[in-house]
């Protein structure tokens, strides 16, 4: 598919933000890859550094290791802390980074330290991964709802200013956190479930929840997300659709939750041995293919030729969490 220059000047002028990276959190990663967004025209990128299956101690470890990479290539990225920061790292080509975490068991029962990891760059917490924590209940669990810990924990991540994340969460305990919060949260990586009946997606009474907080849903890429065994473009774009005519243009952004190509087989390895945090009915045996951030342009051609609004793609591409993390962020 061609690209057009009005595509072109999009990507010009609008920092194009990638709510949520895949590739495993491990202090061994090959940050090299990072290459592969910033090759794509990507400024933004929030890098998981832990998820709940993992000790807490781990992503400490991953946590400083890949500050300690970054921070030794200046001329390529740079670690933000602001919108600021990304718009100045845009004008200088490099890719601006945050992180994220999956899950609360990374705070190991403790409020502070959220702001912790807050002083080291992450700048948003996801409630669950896939299963209960302390702090509220997975996905794929028999979900619990928002606990007392839950709660104190979203009022610290407000007063820092951290996005409230509730991707892999139990519908129970997302519809818990939307109504405690008096701040926007996000899906950084969700589908409609309309689309696509996984256990991992979300309903249109979760969307519409978040987008009344102020909120934005992040399209994630991968085919078990995505429906009908599909990474492509165009089904990226009907989930996109979808999200626009269900929470509205400025509530929808992009999470791609891209893994690079050498983890791939590990990853499916990884699920396939941990049945109680990826459940065997809906994690078959099969290969997880991912939409690679080279498709991000492709993207915006496709929702620009089906007669979405050019606000509307820029906004989807990354000004809808620019404007959100102006909001939020401290």
Same mark, same amino acid.
């Given at each position: 598919m061609g690209i057009s220059d009005q595509v072109q000047t999009i990507f010009a002028d609008e920092v194009i933000w990638d709510a949520h990276s895949g590739f495993m959190p491990d202090p061994a990663a090959n940050l090299d890859n990072l290459r592969i967004w910033r090759d794509a025209g990507v400024d933004y990128l929030s890098i998981d550094v832990g998820f709940d299956l993992l000790p807490w101690e781990k992503t400490v470890a991953t946590l400083a290791a890949f500050r300690h990479w970054i921070l030794a290539r200046p001329d390529d990225y740079a670690l933000v802390s602001s919108v600021a920061e990304i718009a100045a790292a845009k004008a200088a080509g490099k890719l601006a980074i945050t992180f994220d975490i999956e899950g609360m068991n990374a705070l190991n029962g403790r409020v502070e330290m959220v702001e912790f990891y807050h002083r080291l760059g992450v700048r948003q917490i996801l409630f669950a991964y896939n299963r209960n924590n302390l702090a509220g209940g997975g996905c794929h669990d028999e979900d619990t709802g928002l606990t007392a810990f839950g709660r104190q924990v979203i009022d610290e991540m407000n007063r820092l200013g951290l996005f409230v994340d509730v991707t892999h969460t139990g519908y129970r305990t997302t519809m818990d956190v939307m109504e405690y919060t008096d701040r926007p949260v996000v899906f950084s990586h969700s589908n409609p479930k309309a689309l696509c009946g996984h256990g991992r997606n979300i309903t249109d009474e979760q969307i519409r929840a978040c987008a009344r907080t102020g909120g934005i849903v992040g399209v994630v890429g991968l085919n078990r997300f995505l429906g009908n065994n599909r990474i492509d473009s165009e089904r990226m774009a009907d989930h996109v659709e979808y999200l626009i005519d269900i929470a509205g243009p400025r509530h929808v952004g992009i999470g791609l939750d891209y893994a690079f190509p050498v983890e791939i087989d590990g990853i499916d390895t /990884? /699920? =396939?041995?941990?049945?109680?945090?990826?459940? $065997? @009915?809906? #994690?078959?045996? %099969? $290969?997880?293919? #991912? =939409?690679?951030? !080279?498709?991000? &342009? @492709? *993207?915006?051609?496709? *929702? *620009? !030729? !089906? %007669?979405? =609004?050019? %606000?509307?793609? &820029?906004?989807?591409?990354?000004?809808?969490?620019? !404007? *959100? =993390?102006? @909001? /939020?962020? $401290?």
């Open positions: /990884i /699920i =396939a041995d941990n049945p109680q945090f990826w459940p $065997k @009915e809906e #994690y078959p045996d %099969g $290969k997880t293919s #991912y =939409a690679e951030p !080279r498709q991000m &342009r @492709e *993207l915006a051609e496709v *929702l *620009l !030729r !089906r %007669g979405q =609004a050019e %606000g509307t793609v &820029r906004g989807v591409m990354g000004g809808n969490f620019m !404007r *959100l =993390a102006g @909001e /939020i962020w $401290k």
